[in-house]
């Protein structure tokens, strides 16, 4: 594609960057069948294809107006478009890059702006994300079901074991997964303790950045990303060998750190180091995966699990087909799923800011997943878990529970 950038564009890092990607695209469209939001929506605009020719327009200084803004605002940043491009178009990196712009040129309505702020505001401090919770939780009887419906139950964490192993190896703690399901990174520690690998969370680290950062609060998201490298840094200097995170949606932000702080001196190496350190628990699972064998139970049997792998899992960090082979090689029986490919609708805030598309995207997964009569849903993202437990009957697990059940 040719570009021909603005002038207070064209130098900076961002139009550097935003250039080279758009050069790449060369309108072939093989992106729009696996893009969900033009799938459902069936307007060129709500496609990778037309998602790019909006920024590169506003890339070329023409006016930004709310239509360029609404565009945006509905993809679900899945990726899926840069799995299926030829060309290897680096959409996810583009869109971060445009929406930032449009967010600083097109100002938001009143209640928008409210909401986008209470969430940024809410979902990634721990503290406060578990206080909202438990208020809903005890308020769920009185709740619209429609709300009710999206209020995990209580559930427990589990035993953590002591550090005993001279392997250590640091989890991800994150925001939101210790007050929905804290049992994930329990279970993830109890896994590997088994196979010789201490895993410890850091206490001063907490959300990965991506929540604010994709609430287009950019600049404020380098403040979770700063605290994380602080917290993680001397961990790594004492020998431990990776970063876990137990959520590829925050796994995938994890992976990015070296990117976004590449411009910042104080953190740039350290950022690319721990960048190169951080690992999705399916990436520590699978590269030890003699050791998980031999502590794994004879299967009993019977149970057939629907595996859900999140957008931010195959597109994101592309380790898509990990997670089936290891909960194959564990003994369970996967169910096909069609359009695996697809996004479930939570991704994030999506599911809260465009609930419409959320509920369309998520009736489709549900569907999907249930048509092989599974006994579990199985996922590997926090999110995806909660909003997908929203809509069937059908327990919902992250895999290395099931995992974490199967070993002596
Ligand atoms: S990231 Fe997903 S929703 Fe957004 S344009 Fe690409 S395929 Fe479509
Ligand atoms: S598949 Fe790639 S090159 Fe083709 S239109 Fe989509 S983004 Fe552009």
């Given at each position: 594609m040719?570009?021909?950038?603005?002038?207070?564009?064209?130098?900076?890092?961002a139009g550097?960057?935003a250039d080279?990607?758009?050069?790449k695209?060369?309108h072939?469209?093989?992106?729009?069948a696996t893009c969900?939001?033009?799938?459902?929506?069936?307007?060129?605009?709500?496609?990778?294809?037309g998602?790019?020719?909006?920024?590169k327009q506003?890339?070329e200084?023409?006016?930004?107006?709310q239509?360029?803004?609404?565009?945006?605002?509905?993809c679900v940043t899945?990726?899926?478009c840069?799995?299926?491009?030829p060309s290897?178009v680096?959409y996810?990196?583009?869109?971060d890059?445009?929406r930032d712009?449009?967010?600083?040129?097109?100002?938001?309505a009143?209640?928008?702006?409210?909401?986008r702020w209470?969430?940024g505001?809410?979902?990634?401090y721990r503290g406060?994300f578990?206080?909202?919770?438990?208020?809903?939780?005890?308020f769920r009887p009185i709740l619209?079901?429609s709300?009710a419906r999206k209020i995990p139950?209580?559930?427990?964490?589990g035993a953590w074991?002591?550090?005993?192993h001279?392997?250590?190896?640091?989890a991800?703690?994150?925001?939101?997964?210790?007050?929905?399901a804290?049992g994930?990174n329990?279970?993830?520690a109890?896994v590997?303790?088994?196979?010789?690998i201490?895993?410890?969370?850091a206490?001063p680290?907490g959300?990965c950045g991506?929540v604010?950062f994709?609430l287009n609060?950019?600049?404020?998201?380098?403040?979770?990303v700063?605290?994380?490298?602080d917290?993680w840094?001397?961990?790594v200097e004492?020998?431990?060998?990776a970063?876990?995170?137990?959520a590829?949606?925050c796994?995938t932000?994890?992976k990015?750190?070296?990117?976004?702080m590449?411009h910042?001196p104080?953190?740039?190496?350290k950022?690319a180091?721990l960048?190169?350190l951080a690992?999705d628990?399916?990436?520590?699972?699978?590269?030890?995966r003699?050791s998980?064998?031999a502590?794994l139970?004879p299967a009993?049997g019977g149970?057939k699990i629907?595996?859900h792998s999140?957008?931010?899992?195959?597109h994101?960090l592309?380790?898509g087909?990990v997670?089936?082979?290891?909960?194959?090689d564990?003994?369970?029986?996967?169910?096909?799923?069609?359009?695996?490919?697809?996004?479930?609708g939570?991704a994030g805030?999506y599911?809260?800011l465009q609930p419409a598309?959320?509920?369309?995207l998520l009736?489709?997964?549900v569907?999907?997943?249930?048509?092989?009569?599974?006994?579990?849903?199985a996922?590997?993202n926090?999110g995806?878990?909660?909003?997908i437990?929203?809509?069937t009957e059908k327990?919902?697990r992250?895999?290395?529970?099931?995992?974490?059940?199967r070993m002596?």
């Amino acid at each position: 594609m040719q570009t021909r950038l603005a002038d207070w564009i064209k130098d900076t890092a961002a139009g550097v960057e935003a250039d080279a990607i758009l050069r790449k695209c060369v309108h072939c469209g093989f992106c729009l069948a696996t893009c969900p939001t033009y799938t459902l929506l069936g307007d060129e605009l709500d496609s990778p294809r037309g998602r790019i020719y909006l920024m590169k327009q506003m890339l070329e200084g023409a006016p930004v107006t709310q239509r360029t803004q609404l565009h945006l605002d509905r993809c679900v940043t899945c990726r899926a478009c840069e799995t299926t491009c030829p060309s290897g178009v680096e959409y996810g990196r583009l869109v971060d890059i445009g929406r930032d712009l449009v967010e600083q040129k097109v100002p938001r309505a009143p209640w928008d702006r409210f909401r986008r702020w209470f969430l940024g505001s809410m979902i990634p401090y721990r503290g406060l994300f578990g206080i909202g919770l438990a208020l809903g939780r005890m308020f769920r009887p009185i709740l619209p079901s429609s709300i009710a419906r999206k209020i995990p139950p209580r559930s427990e964490r589990g035993a953590w074991p002591a550090a005993r192993h001279a392997r250590r190896m640091v989890a991800l703690a994150g925001c939101a997964q210790p007050s929905i399901a804290p049992g994930i990174n329990a279970a993830a520690a109890r896994v590997l303790d088994r196979i010789g690998i201490t895993l410890v969370e850091a206490a001063p680290a907490g959300c990965c950045g991506a929540v604010t950062f994709h609430l287009n609060h950019q600049k404020e998201a380098l403040r979770f990303v700063k605290a994380n490298i602080d917290a993680w840094w001397p961990h790594v200097e004492a020998g431990a060998e990776a970063i876990v995170i137990t959520a590829s949606g925050c796994g995938t932000m994890v992976k990015e750190y070296g990117h976004l702080m590449r411009h910042d001196p104080d953190y740039a190496a350290k950022a690319a180091r721990l960048s190169e350190l951080a690992r999705d628990i399916s990436e520590v699972v699978a590269a030890e995966r003699s050791s998980i064998a031999a502590k794994l139970v004879p299967a009993s049997g019977g149970e057939k699990i629907a595996f859900h792998s999140p957008c931010s899992l195959q597109h994101g960090l592309k380790l898509g087909g990990v997670v089936e082979a290891i909960l194959r090689d564990a003994g369970c029986a996967l169910t096909m799923v069609p359009d695996s490919h697809l996004c479930c609708g939570s991704a994030g805030t999506y599911s809260l800011l465009q609930p419409a598309i959320s509920r369309e995207l998520l009736a489709n997964k549900v569907a999907a997943l249930e048509s092989g009569a599974p006994d579990t849903i199985a996922t590997a993202n926090v999110g995806c878990l909660a909003h997908i437990a929203s809509g069937t009957e059908k327990p919902v697990r992250h895999w290395i529970e099931l995992i974490d059940q199967r070993m002596s």
